[in-house]
């Protein structure tokens, strides 16, 4: 026979989803600094890069407050359903946009790979210089820096590239902080009902 969860077992798990959501928090921030190039963790963003990861943590900071202000079971579960859905939806967004808008390119000087998220439409000079050329051989023979990037797509499909790849990641976040909330209002409130 399974053993019932105490109020104060329900209290101790409850707090624990709450330092869970505060990591969740931070993570961009954390991963940034000890990780620079964090792989597909952290979209590359280009410029935006430190914006995008500033307004990110301020987001799921507030977002985070949400389940905790709930008064009932069923809104916290509620909300646990739909951040889930969401956060799925979001991932699978985000892995389709990380596939198409970001490009991995070897540096064999460095013994390491950096990735680049370009645009959508090439600019005039690429389509003059390297018709019918990948991506990862353009940025190979031009460079994989910003101005670099600039000069062989069009900065309008630069921009709406990253702003697709970073609200997808921002989506998942902020679904899985919710989900994490959403589980320690419940059993706050399991605990509280208990008592």
């Known amino acids: 026979m399974p053993r019932k969860i105490a109020g104060k077992d329900l209290r101790t798990y409850a707090s624990v989803l709450r330092y869970v959501q505060v990591v969740v928090c931070a993570a ?3 991963i940034k600094l000890l990780q620079p190039n964090a792989g597909y963790i952290i979209p590359p ?3 935006i ?3 995008g990861i500033g307004f990110s943590v301020v987001l799921m900071g507030i977002c985070s407050f ?3 202000s709930m008064n009932k079971s069923r809104y916290a579960i509620a909300t646990l359903s739909l951040s889930v859905l969401a956060g799925l939806i979001a991932l699978i967004t ?5 596939q198409s808008f970001v490009r991995e390119i070897s540096v064999p000087s460095q013994n390491r790979s950096i990735l680049v998220s370009v645009g959508t439409e090439r600019s005039e000079f690429a389509n ?3 018709p019918g050329r990948s991506d990862e051989d353009m940025l190979k023979d031009q460079g994989i820096q910003e101005e670099d990037v600039a000069r062989l ?9 990253r702003l697709r790849l970073f609200c997808s990641y921002l989506a998942t976040l902020i679904s899985l902080n919710l989900c994490f909330g959403a589980l320690g209002r419940i059993a706050q409130l399991r605990a509280e009902h208990d008592r």
């Not at 985000?94 to 990380?98: D, K, P, Q, V, W």
């Not at 797509?153 to 590239?161: D, M, P, Q, V």
């Open 153 to 161: 797509w069009t900065r309008s499909s630069i921009l709406h590239a």
């Open 45 to 47: 963003l280009g410029t």
């Open 66 to 68: 949400v389940p905790w």
């Open 49 to 51: 890069n430190l914006l």
């Open 128 to 130: 003059r210089v390297y």
């Open 94 to 98: 985000y892995s389709f946009y990380a």
């Open 28 to 30: 961009p921030i954390g």
